[in-house]
């Protein structure tokens, strides 16, 4: 009989602890590292999903809970962080930023049944040759990206001199080389293409060579830093050419390094999401802390919200009814009535032009 009784105490315990378990996700991007602003900005969307969803009462009745994982956008370090992750037991990470980090994490996450939803990994290779199922992304592609700036380049500057840089990676060299394509397309070859190494301070170099051969359209696939310090040091050149470049100028970091020489810089990226009615009530939250909705903050939170509707609608975090809910369902979220189709990608509006004006970017006119 004591025994039996001891039992049950035990018993009752186990249920009371199952009533008030954690469900820990993963988020993982730069979060040190000359890209951290935008692995702020996932860490910003992914905090803010979290207590929104537990605010309305967990998912399954379990609270979620986040771990941080900073990949500094190296693709060593990503691996490691998803080994850190499966360590831990994440059913699920919203991650990574940069696609070279994302492909080769996505590796880990395939082979320990984790599901990742990318916010921001826009080469075609993340989901054209995904490891798994469970691998997905609620942002666009760079084929997509580059075709749309492939024929703006045309349509608006057919007769001027253009150059195609981009600074080797997987993210950057892959946009250049879409835009290229879709630009050659069009009609229209580049009249330089060039590479360049990221992390430098000095690119005078480059932009005497640009100088010279009247170059009128620059176009950039990179990042924000050394597109930043480029057109600053096409400024002070004395070069006129406007900078067009993608989606990792989605900072106003972007501003703070370029000042007046940002000014008509062009971008691609997908319709702004702070416009979305169904994100007001997120913006104005994030406001109100003072925090940032710029970028991929509700991408972010988009993807944890997939997520979550897809564990509810599986009924637990296991990965194969996860994926089949993800596959199945279509997911209102904050930047739109969402699905994906059969590679992993989301079926949403696909790019737009921006323009940087006055600090600024918004969408072009």
Known sequence: MKKALLAGVALNFAFAGMAFADITIGVAGPMTGQYATFGQQLKIGAEQ???????????????????????????????AVANQFAGEGVPFVAGHFCSGSSIPASQVYAEEGIVEISPASTNPK????????????VCGRDDQQGQVAGKYIFDNFKDAKVAILNDKSAYGKGLADETQKALEAAGKKA?????????????????????????????????????????????????????????ALVTDEYWSITGDAGQGTLMTFSPDPRKNPAAKP??????????????????????????AD???????????????????????????????????????????????KDG?????E
């Not at 051969?213 to 310090?229: D, K, M, N, P, R």
């Not at 909705?293 to 988009?302: D, N, R």
């Not at 600024?360 to 072009?364: D, G, N």
């Open 282 to 307: 997120v913006v104005d939250e994030l406001d109100k802390k003072g925090e940032t909705a710029e970028g991929y903050v509700l991408y972010t939170y988009a993807a944890i919200q997939a997520w």
């Open 49 to 79: 999903a979290v207590e929104d969803i537990n605010a309305k009462g967990g998912v399954n009745g379990e609270m979620l809970k986040l771990s941080v994982g900073d990949d500094a956008c190296d693709p060593k370090q990503a691996v």
């Open 310 to 356: 897809a564990v509810k609608t599986a009924g637990s975090t296991e990965p194969d009814a996860v994926t089949k809910a993800l596959n199945d369902g279509t997911f209102s979220t904050v930047i739109g009535d969402l699905s994906f189709d059969d590679k992993g990608d989301v079926t949403l509006p696909g790019y737009v032009m921006y323009e940087w």
């Open 126 to 137: 993340f989901t054209d040759e995904r490891p798994g199922d469970g691998i997905y992304r």
């Open 360 to 364: 600024k970017y918004a969408e072009k």
């Open 191 to 247: 009249d330089v293409v060039e590479s360049y190494t990221a992390g430098e301070k000095d690119y005078t170099a480059l932009v005497t060579k640009l100088k010279q051969a009247g170059i009128s359209l620059v176009y950039i696939g990179g990042y924000h830093t050394e597109a930043g310090l480029i057109a600053r040091q096409m400024k002070e050149q004395g070069m006129s050419a406007t900078l067009m470049s993608g989606d």
